[in-house]
């Protein structure tokens, strides 16, 4: 494989995403440091197909990224692949409003080849290579200039070793007949809304015990003036006002901009200071939270109770048995609010009672809790049986 040098400028980057247009796949990996920022700084993008491979920097002086995100969301003729690529996928979509299409993530793809439910990527590289990755450089700060050869080789290793993973581990899921398994599993990781930052919705990120849509509509209109706050700040939201600092304040709200002082939390010069004072605006001009727009109760699910709980570790028991018998991760199979919620009576909306999830596992899990599947013991060796050959007697 031919490795570029690192690309800086916008003709040698033209030309190589006019190549790799062409290819079938390519493996992309970021580098960025988010650290002490709301959006995450960009520092690095590493790309590759099976014949070359560059490391590109967004940072140089007048570089043109047009290309590259072109190929990455515009161009539907190469798949895109990743490892565990959500916070890559987030940085995309910073950039374009689109995130990349078609896609694969190689750590979906192991849990639907039995290994494991969060595989890391030296481990995959271990795997199927027989190859240990040098973790020396992988805590560097990328956004210092110049980068050194060193950290270019370690962060061009990630896509290389991908470009020679994907073709071999597409040769697996094709020989298990497990490929059409990941469709719905990219498309949920692909799906833009995911990585929206909409500050109407920044609400739902934090936790509050109460449903009052008195508090939920504080609670909404906090979380949305920290998020402009931190997105117009460029900081991280924890470094604006923690979340348990909002739930506090959304639940019991000060008087006066002057009772700000007193809440835990936050510096007593709130109490004086312009950002305390658009922090009590944004209390003042909240409204209780629309009928439509307030959380269903228990996320939408139906109460467990005591024996729905009991049938709720029944049903795990039957994910892990599941899981092993066929060699998948059971988080792939079902998820624990899918399991409580058919514990609960609920079958309506439930991934494991459609598509390949409910022929794998949900017609047994259904089965389990509507009495027509019983757990026993034969030979010392715990077994699924139908109700109908259990001996009751």
């Known amino acids: 494989m031919h490795i570029h040098p690192l690309i800086t400028d916008s003709a040698t980057l033209a030309n190589l995403c006019a190549r790799l247009a062409e290819a079938d796949f390519v493996c992309v990996d970021t580098e960025f440091m988010r650290e002490n920022t709301f959006w995450p700084e960009l520092c690095l993008i590493q790309i590759a197909d099976e014949n070359e491979a560059a490391a590109i920097d967004p940072m140089a002086p007048g570089l043109d990224m047009t290309p590259l995100l072109d190929l990455m969301v515009n161009n ?105 398994w990941l469709d719905i599993e990219m498309e949920r990781i692909g799906d833009p809304a995911n990585y929206a930052n909409d500050p109407d919705t920044a609400w739902r990120r934090i936790r509050v015990p109460s449903r009052k849509a008195d508090i939920l509509g504080r609670l909404k209109a906090l979380a949305r003036w920290r998020e402009l706050e931190a997105q117009g700040k460029n900081l991280p939201r924890g470094r604006i006002v923690k979340d348990e600092t909002i739930a506090d304040i959304a639940g019991h709200p000060p008087r006066k901009q002057a009772d700000l002082a007193k809440v835990r939390g936050l510096s007593p010069t709130w109490a004086t200071n312009d950002i305390g004072g658009r922090m009590m605006a944004a209390l003042e001009n909240a409204e209780p939270m629309a009928a439509d727009e307030m959380p269903a109760r228990d996320d939408r699910k139906p109460g467990l109770g005591k024996d729905g709980a009991l049938v709720a570790d029944l049903l795990k028991l039957l994910l892990k048995i599941r899981s092993r018998d066929i060699d998948v991760a059971a988080r792939l199979l079902a998820r624990g609010d899918d399991l409580d919620a058919l514990a609960a009576g609920q079958r309506e909306g439930l991934s494991i009672l459609e598509g390949w999830r409910f022929d794998q596992f949900g017609r047994d899990a259904l089965d389990l809790v509507e009495g027509r599947l019983a757990f026993a013991v034969v030979n010392g060796k715990l077994k699924m049986t139908r109700t109908e050959a259990v001996v009751t007697e």
Do not use: C
């Open 76 to 180: 539907e003729d190469v798949l895109k692949v990743f490892h565990a690529g959500g916070q890559d996928l987030e940085i995309v979509y910073n950039l374009t409003g689109k995130t990349p299409y078609p896609l694969f993530d190689t750590q979906v793809a192991a849990m639907a080849l039995g290994q494991g439910e969060q595989i890391g990527y030296s481990n995959l590289v271990d795997a199927y290579l027989g190859i240990s990755v040098d973790k020396g450089a992988r805590f560097t700060d990328w956004s210092r200039r110049p980068l050194d050869a060193r950290q270019i080789e370690y962060a061009i290793g990630d896509v290389t070793h991908l470009a020679k993973i994907f073709p071999k581990m597409l040769n697996r899921l094709r020989k298990t007949g497990r490929g059409a």
